[in-house]
């Protein structure tokens, strides 16, 4: 392969506007640059926040609660800023996901706990963690708390939620979220079921 | 194999002094209870805390600290109810671990962190843990709580000591600690050493 330097060299001096231009994005990049600004454009669509990525659906921030409520409308939503997340039946084989929505401070969260077969050895582990629906910045704004409680034992995490712009599956994949394995669920969980206490607090 | 029932029914009514009667112990057992009863037995020698079993030194509880500051003299002691255990060089390959005593409420705590290698995927699990050097009784006296906290996370276990006479084995096995993974350290420590706030308190 024979590289053009001289188109290279136009390719390097040369920028684009933003794939997401016609959505209100006024930025151009040189090309080099131009995937991770796209990655974080605050114009890029939303995805469907629901774990599994079952759903395609795509749309602006303002339209992603109607289209849980419209189509998504058996996921349970509690007002509140402290709330108990029941995870029930956590000793179904397999891969599954719990959601819940939480409203509070005018603002609605979603509650994620998947758990996940790792390893051939059929180990599982769970994974818990909290996304705003709303922009990086707003979801700055917050802390979560998740908490685990029994009889003189305890686990907590607390963190900075997840925008849904962002997803939670890297946090997931980094362990930047709570997580336990089954042995653990089983010291907290009452006849196969999981509460979780869920606060969430303003800055 | 003939049964001899009327051994066996012999055998049933009959009561063994437990093996620690020369220590003290002044119980009897049916056959079929003494084992479980000797497990348990409070004059049971003391194995030697330390983690990893080199160590073969039994004794009595009030001998335990004598051979700890004897034998395992490297050992950093702390005082105080509340301290930080600094472990050092936590990238270290293989199974290690990092032990430090803490002096509060004139008893003796030892702390244990224990990463251990698991699966084939190389995927390693850090495992946090405190044992009191006291009895079964003493340990339930007390809570403990651990804690790795950095810029917006937070991780926290709390829950009773272990007694060294039941040993640390058995809650690491079954995840009744911290544990977490090798990915959530990475979120928590600073130039490959992991500080855990350890806060020890009276019930
Ligand atoms: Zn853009
Ligand atoms: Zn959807
Ligand atoms: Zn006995
Ligand atoms: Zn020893």
């Avoid at 289209?67 to 007002?79: A, D, G, N, P, R």
């Avoid at 910045?137 to 712009?165: D, G, N, Q, V």
């Avoid at 890297?170 to 089983?186: E, N, V, Y």
Wanted: glycine share 6%.
């Amino acid at each position: 392969s024979v590289r053009n330097l001289g188109l290279e060299k136009i390719a390097n001096t040369v920028k684009f506007p933003c794939k997401f231009a016609q959505s209100g994005c006024t930025l151009s990049f040189h090309h080099y640059e131009k995937v991770e600004h796209e990655d974080a454009c605050e114009f890029r669509p939303y995805l469907c926040p629901c774990p599994g990525a079952s759903c395609k659906w795509q749309g602006n921030l303002n339209e992603v609660m109607h289209h849980l409520m419209k189509i998504h409308k058996s996921i349970t939503t509690l007002q509140g800023e402290d709330i108990v997340f029941l995870a029930t039946d956590i000793n179904l084989p397999g891969a599954v996901d719990w959601v819940m929505m939480q409203s509070c401070f005018n603002f609605h969260f979603m509650l994620v706990l998947e758990k996940q077969e790792k390893f051939e050895h059929g180990q599982q582990i769970f994974y818990a963690v909290v996304q705003l629906i709303g922009t990086k910045k707003e979801a700055e704004m917050f802390s979560y708390r998740l908490e685990l409680s029994s009889h003189r034992r305890r686990l907590c995490w607390e963190a900075t939620p997840r925008s849904i712009h962002e997803g939670i599956a890297h946090a997931i994949s980094q362990s930047d979220c709570l997580s336990f394995d089954t042995p653990t669920a089983q010291l907290f969980a009452e006849n196969g079921n999981l509460g979780i206490n869920v606060t969430i607090s303003l800055n």
